[in-house]
């Protein structure tokens, strides 16, 4: 048999048809839903008089939308949003998929609960309409992002009409220094490689530096693979991986999870397999980075100083320019001395509990010294571990803003809004003009940079204040 | 689905890279349940200002490019979300075609289940096109998906590459669901041997 690839392998498991093109049926083992990208496809069911083909592989929650304030147990007050989240209800009710509704303590970010509950396993394929499901590639599994059609499409029939894409490495050699994070790697890789890296293939992150990695890193950095262009990043399952699965509320048991774990074993790459590109960075040469354009490539450590657009080529220098002018920046400032007023600290990059000790950590017994801070747990459960092991009292007392479950201000489609011209640190995943509220800039980075830059209200090398 | 086969057009220059789906349609508007009437707000943070005024400058404001049914973008265009939205509000304002060096995968794929066709051309293809754009209403450019060709105002030709099985869709306005309901027996069989082999799922 020929080598192949882990993206190779967990394809061919799930090829229903083959036409002689090559356009291929791929079976959906996980279909992830949430309330902004399913109305239409639910109505598209309806108007056809077609069914769900299988609820118990479908899972529902509402997460972009919802209040994350305390209040919202008394009804969510924009009337659209609202709408939009008694859709959900509705066809969640009337198709008999698993959901987690606002008022169920498992509610949270789709990407956050997949994992949380043991809904999402190696060597599966998952989708959901939304562009960050590329995170379930953290456990292995082919997972990424579709649209709406799609979502009708897979409701319909389970499967997805695709060609395959084509194999990318990313190797992250040796190990990353002190206070750098999975999030300064996946933003790295972006700044590497630019937004349109990956566009076409499937990419697999491997290299020491990715093995050392637990589950919560190995998500953020297979989140942002569609930052890179790639609609799905993966990590090769291991005994990290199973730890983390094994016990998990619809995780196999017994005689299963034997039967699982021995198939979940083969999963990996060949060592002769072929890859369509290669990209190797050494984890020694990663610093904390921080974003200051509004494309995610437009990344640097955060010792650097803010580029002058005429250092670019081609269409960049243009859009520097134009980045440059939105965030109200100057060529040659340094990036330490960028005032923020505001800090996010939530969203499905950096939601999970390790996210949330990493920014306590840096954040115990000092004050926020920026306008406003808030972090948003990925899910309820997150936020009950977060309570139960001290970590919402540091946030509390440095004067962080304790919220419910869900995506909140990463796109500000909730309450949670930036005001034109305010400065934003931030742990989610785009810092497009707009994308936290009309005018706002956004300043992309790990947990652990965004507290220190809440303590100093500035952006901050962490190295200094750990 | 509403079927592609030939348009001749205004072409509505937008000479900008990695032009993301938030600047396409900002997320205020995704609260909606339906796909239809986001024309309107197609591009709104770029198209109006903070009283929601047009802003003359922005190209899809220009007399000239009003009623434009093709777009000429820069590279990696429509890169970030998922949300078919995206597409909607590009199909709803009147634009039937958008080429660019290259497009991001999600969004790419979207376009087809719209009856849009994105055509990726070289960048010195696209950028003739462009300055052909610049042109304004005068100049209309012909986009033929069966001879796989984009014409200029000035009749030059460039062929573009298209998926033959969405080429098959777009040009007879087919639903994917239906075509795949076609092959049920694949999918049964498939979940008789998953139930084996991998019961777990």
Not at chain 2, 96 to 121: M, T
Request: proline letters at 5%.
């Amino acid at each position: 048999m020929s080598p192949k690839t882990l993206y190779d392998k967990i394809w061919d498991a799930h090829l229903a048809h083959e036409a002689e093109d090559g356009t291929s049926l791929l079976y959906i083992d996980r279909h992830l839903v949430h309330e902004v990208t399913s109305p239409q496809a639910f109505e598209g069911l309806r108007m056809a008089g077609r069914t769900v083909r299988a609820p118990d592989k479908t899972i529902a929650v509402p997460d972009h939308n919802v209040p994350t304030t305390p209040d919202r147990v008394d009804g969510i007050q924009n009337e659209e949003s609202r709408i939009q989240v008694e859709a959900l209800d509705r066809n969640a009710r009337e198709t008999g998929i698993h959901y987690y509704p606002v008022s169920d303590v498992r509610q949270g970010i789709v990407h956050i609960i997949g994992p949380e509950q043991g809904w999402t396993l190696p060597g599966m394929t998952i989708v959901c309409g939304d562009s960050h499901t590329a995170t379930h590639g953290a456990f292995g599994a082919l997972a990424h992002g579709i649209g709406t059609s799609e979502v009708e499409h897979v409701l319909a029939t389970q499967t997805l009409i695709q060609r395959k894409a084509k194999n990318m490495k990313v190797e992250i050699t040796g190990q990353l220094a002190p206070g750098v994070t999975a999030k300064d790697i996946t933003l790295s890789v972006i700044g590497h490689t630019g937004t349109a890296g990956g566009t076409g293939y499937v990419i697999e992150y491997c290299g020491e530096a990715i093995r050392s990695l637990s589950m919560e890193g190995r998500m953020t950095v297979c989140n942002m693979a569609i930052e890179g262009g790639a609609r799905a990043g993966l990590i090769a399952p291991d005994e990290t991986t199973f730890e983390y699965v094994k016990g998990r509320p619809h995780a196999p048991k017994g005689a299963q999870w034997e039967a699982a774990l021995t198939w979940w074993k083969t999963l990996y790459s060949d060592d002769d397999a072929h890859w369509d590109k290669v990209v190797t960075i050494k984890g020694e040469d990663i610093a904390p980075v921080v974003t200051w354009g509004t494309s995610p490539e437009d990344v640097l450590p955060i010792t650097a100083d803010v580029p002058a657009p005429d250092s670019f080529q081609g269409g960049k220098t243009e859009a520097a320019k134009r980045a440059l002018d939105y965030m109200g920046l100057t060529p040659g400032q340094k990036l330490s001395d960028i005032e923020i007023d505001t800090v996010f600290i939530g969203s499905c990059t950096n939601g999970r509990i390790e996210d949330l000790r990493a920014a306590a950590e840096i954040l115990k017994g000092k004050k926020i010294a920026v306008k406003r801070a808030m972090v948003v747990p990925g899910s309820g459960l997150v936020r009950a571990q977060a309570e139960e092991e001290g970590l919402a009292d540091i946030f509390k007392e440095a004067g962080f803003e304790w919220r419910l479950a869900g995506c909140s201000m990463c796109l500000a489609m909730n309450p949670d809004q930036l005001a034109p011209g305010e400065r934003c640190a931030a742990t989610s995943n785009r810092n497009f003009e707009g994308r936290q509220g009309r005018g706002g800039r956004t300043h992309l980075m790990s947990p652990a940079m965004a507290a220190a830059a809440a303590v100093t209200g500035r952006l901050t090398d962490v190295r200094e204040i750990m | 689905m509403e079927k592609f086969e030939k348009i001749t057009g205004v072409a509505a220059p937008l000479p900008l890279i990695n032009v993301d789906t938030d600047m396409i349609i900002p997320k205020q508007f995704l609260k909606t349940i339906k796909r239809s009437g986001l024309g309107v707000n197609l591009f709104d943070e770029m198209r109006y200002d903070d009283e929601g005024k047009e802003i003359p400058d922005f190209v899809l404001n220009k007399p000239q490019y009003r009623e434009a049914e093709i777009l000429i973008g820069g590279d990696n265009f429509g890169c970030g979300s998922s949300r078919e939205h995206a597409p909607w509000a590009i199909k709803d304002f009147g634009i039937r075609c958008v080429v660019a060096p290259s497009f991001a995968d999600i969004f790419y794929n979207n376009c087809f289940k719209n009856g849009i066709l994105p055509i990726a051309l070289p960048q010195e293809q696209v950028d003739i096109l462009m300055k052909d754009a610049e042109k304004g209403s005068n100049a209309r450019m012909i986009v033929d998906l069966e001879a796989q060709t984009v014409t200029t105002s000035d009749g030059e030709t460039f062929t573009f590459e298209v998926d033959p099985f969405k080429k098959h869709c777009l040009m007879e306005g087919l639903d994917d669901i239906g075509l795949t309901l076609e092959k049920a027996s694949a999918i049964d069989a498939f979940e008789g041997k998953l139930a084996m082999t991998r019961p777990w799922v």
